[in-house]
């Protein structure tokens, strides 16, 4: 079975400062990782996903992950946090890259103030 | 914006009830899903359809179907409806199932 734990359901950084949302991975098999953000009343967007190719992932907006398997975490980078960063981010695991086999964790909610 | 359209946007109704939430795909796009998001069980994936087939089901209750028409439009009809089914329902679209899939902005169901 695969899971996901968001650490921290709210994250408040300051805009400019390093945002760090973490997520940790339980998969029986070389999983796939996706991080995606919903911002107010919107659906949700892929920002990066983690395929094998490199244990670095960038995604849009500045955002990039690091997957690391000792630690079976794939934590959400941004060097310099930007008002329009604010907004919910799931992050997701798959032991199959199929959409419809995705776990999602419970979600960080991430404010910037300025 | 997506591409993905779903209406209504917003639905209340009592318990008890029916209702169908509906599913515009983006165009070109062959795979449905929908998904559930409550703040008791978080983001849930419910059931895919492929040109027209279901393909993959997940944490559907019995109470609930889908079905994908020939335009790919999809519905999803929720009966006999509980306060817990009170949620925001996303529908999403791939082109295939490997690749990226486009959320709509969703349906949020109030059950009162």
């Known amino acids: 079975a695969q899971s996901v734990t968001q650490l921290g359901s709210h994250v408040s950084v300051s805009e400019g400062a390093l945002v760090l949302l973490r997520c940790n991975y339980s998969?029986?098999?070389?999983?796939?990782l996706f991080w995606y953000v919903q911002y107010p009343n919107q659906g949700l967007q892929l920002l990066l996903k983690?395929?094998?190719?490199?244990?670095l992932v960038k995604g849009i907006n500045g955002f990039e992950a690091e997957f690391k398997k000792s630690e079976t975490s794939f934590h959400l980078t941004k060097p310099s946090a930007h008002m329009s960063d604010a907004a919910e981010y799931f992050c997701?695991?798959?032991?199959?890259?199929?959409?419809?086999?995705?776990?999602f964790g419970t979600g960080t909610r991430l404010t910037i103030i300025p | 914006d997506s591409g993905v359209t779903q209406t209504p946007k917003h639905l209340i109704t009592a318990t008890g009830q029916r209702v169908t939430l509906r599913c515009s795909p983006r165009?070109?796009?062959?795979?449905v899903y929908w998904y559930q998001q409550s703040l008791d069980q978080g983001l849930q994936f419910l059931i895919q359809?492929?040109?027209?087939?279901?393909?993959a089901k997940g944490n559907i209750l019995e109470r609930f179907s889908a079905q994908q028409f020939p335009d790919l439009h999809s519905e999803l009809n929720l009966s006999s409806l509980e306060l817990g089914d009170s949620a925001l329902y996303f529908c999403?679209?791939?082109?295939?199932?490997?690749?990226?899939?486009?959320f709509g902005q969703g349906t949020r169901l109030t059950v009162v």
């Open positions: 998969s029986s098999v070389p999983p796939y």
């Open positions: 359809y492929y040109n027209g087939e279901e393909r």
């Open positions: 997701a695991v798959s032991e199959d890259f199929g959409n419809e086999k995705l776990t």
């Open positions: 165009s070109g796009d062959l795979s």
């Open positions: 999403a679209s791939s082109v295939e199932s490997n690749t990226e899939a486009f």
């Open positions: 983690y395929t094998s190719a490199a244990t």
